[in-house]
């Protein structure tokens, strides 16, 4: 099966024009964003730098003790490598006071409010600076619902939302993110050691390939199977899209006039920009 | 005829914002005509921006509205082609074009095909247009299209079997598919553009707009397509440009000597054809 491909000098021009666009238009410069050290962040870190210039981007680390220190290393590394502004915000104080009153809370409550903990951060800061927040969630995770609501998938906007994780291999490769972050395995990075593929249970490579398929191409259950994957893959992805679907979808409203939010009255974001 | 200077307007329209669009549409005239170009055209929906959903009633202009006999003013200067929200008495509203030349409105096309699929709503909130008419303007015979008018083969044939020597296609398309050597709707509009000139031995002038509305990037490229099919110049990728062409009646006249398909092309058959097939389909 040949793997998904994209015009990568397409793509930059694109993403570029978009950031640039999409701020200006509403009258700022600025953009700040989380930095994790990973793949997605970075990607989103280079495209800004080339749309506004590196000295109108923030980037932001907010690591949490468990961290892998690794990470903090390959934020900076990213940082440098394009030139942005870089500070480090650990959320370690305020997620530990939190959870003083709730010492039962699980992995997946953690993490999520560690997410949270980083939107608020980037929020606060996007007040102060006057910037946009940048967005890094991909195509892949996205419809996976593989990310915290209000949490990594809150933002002003997103350059690499439509963008499965393949892609961002890519581009990253072609906008010269530094070869230790895209070589590296992906991680949520919530305890050290954690990898995505290990705890999605398949391979970002694998599911990019069905999910081009699926959503891109609308091919039918038979055709996928056809295509050579498995009716049980097939099936568990189906179900993690349609179970995510509220993730991707605004607060549902109790319609009771002629005119409800985003059902009979619509308007674009960018309305009067 | 003789040879005409066209300037394809690439603009980056702001989205329900009247007042800034004319002032940029204003300003692009003005320097059409310091320039010494006879005709410009402008993008579909040009004074308004393209995803306006409930908008479109706050936009639409009346074909009397200050702001269109201001353009109509200008075009005593140079002839202009420029797309709108027009509302007409019974309030309808329409995804319009329209042609003015010498301080007249000489046509008004109200965009038939109203696209309501994948990222589009247009029917949703316009009303359809009934017809497709060539006009005459001191450059001879042309017809105006809307954007998806284009992808209706039928749209360009009644155009240019009503005579229309040149089509001007007024178009807001939308950037999509990177899998390929190029976006996959430019080239998409690049094989239709020329396939259509070639088909029905006419020019094709092609303004597409710039700029993101809500993530949605307009590919610009605008381009004047010589009867034989060939690009001859095409504006910038995603920028704002200004395209210039002038328009050789000579290449028209040649083009129509070596390749008469359109003068051979029978519309006794077609018409008993189609005319058979709407009586088998019960229409």
Known sequence: MAGIRANTGLLRQILVGFVRDEVRKVGLNKVVLGLSGGIDSALVAFIAAEALGPENVHAICMPYTSSNPESEAHARLVAQACGVNFSLVPITPMVDAYFASFPEADSMRRGNKMARERMTILFDHSALLSALVLGTSNKTELLLGYGTLYG?????????????????????????????????????????????????????????????????????????????????????????????????????????????????????????? | MSDFRVVLAQIKPKLGCLADNLALIETRIRQAIADGNELIVFPELALTGYFLKDLVPEVALRLDSSQIQRLVELSRQISIAIGFVEVTDDYRFFNSALYLEDGAIRHLHRKVYLPTYGLFDEQR????????????????????????????????????????????????????????????????????????????????????????????????GSEYVAPSGDSLVRGTFLEEDSVVATLDEGALRRERIFSPMLRDENLFVTMQELRRIERERGL
């Open chain 1, 152 to 273: 990594d998938m809150a933002s002003a906007l997103n350059p690499i939302g439509d963008l499965y994780k393949s892609h961002v291999w890519q581009l990253s490769e072609a906008m010269g993110v530094p070869r230790a972050v895209v070589e590296k395995k992906p991680s949520a990075d919530l305890w050290a050691g954690q990898t995505d593929e290990e705890e999605l249970g398949f391979s970002y490579r694998q599911v990019d390939e069905l999910l081009y398929r699926m959503v891109d191409l609308r091919m039918t259950n038979a055709e996928l199977v056809g295509a050579g994957f498995e009716a049980e893959f097939i099936e568990t992805i189906y179900r993690k899209i349609q179970n995510s679907h509220f993730k991707r979808r605004l607060p549902v409203i109790a319609k009771v006039s002629n005119r409800t939010i985003d059902r009979d009255f619509r308007y674009s974001r960018d309305w009067g920009k």
């Open chain 2, 125 to 220: 909130y316009l009303a359809r247009g009934e017809r497709f008419r060539a006009f005459d303007s001191k450059f001879g015979r042309m017809g105006l299209l809307v954007c998806e008018d284009m992808w209706h083969l039928s749209a360009s044939y009644i155009l240019a079997m009503d005579g229309a020597t040149t089509l001007i296609c007024l178009s807001s398309s939308p950037g999509r598919g990177t899998e390929g050597e190029s976006l996959g709707s430019a080239s998409a509009w690049q094989r239709l553009t020329s396939t259509t000139a070639m088909f029905l031995n006419c020019r094709v002038l092609y303004c597409n707009r710039v700029g993101f509305e809500d993530g949605v990037n307009f590919w610009g």
